[in-house]
């Protein structure tokens, strides 16, 4: 394992965490369920805004 900085996260987190985001995109494709498609929405925005945080990327305007 490498040594990570106070404040830093380790590259493991965000690899776990698309891993995360690209699973929740696989099940929004196949749900047909319209509140678990809102809900996976949700939590896909809510988890692209962290992963953007994460890697210093800016809000996207929209």
């Known amino acids: 394992m490498t040594d990570v900085e106070p404040g830093e996260r380790p590259m493991w987190d ?3 965490l698309t891993l995360a985001l690209e699973t929740m995109e696989r099940e929004l494709e196949t749900t047909t369920d319209p ?7 949700e939590n896909i925005r ?7 945080r994460m ?3 800016r809000p996207s305007r929209g």
Do not use: K, Y
């Not at 509140?35 to 929405?41: D, G, Y």
């Not at 809510?46 to 953007?52: G, M, P, Q, S």
């Open 14 to 16: 965000l690899h776990v």
């Open 35 to 41: 509140s678990e498609h809102r809900e996976l929405t």
């Open 46 to 52: 809510r988890l692209t805004a962290h992963i953007d």
């Open 55 to 57: 890697i210093g990327a």
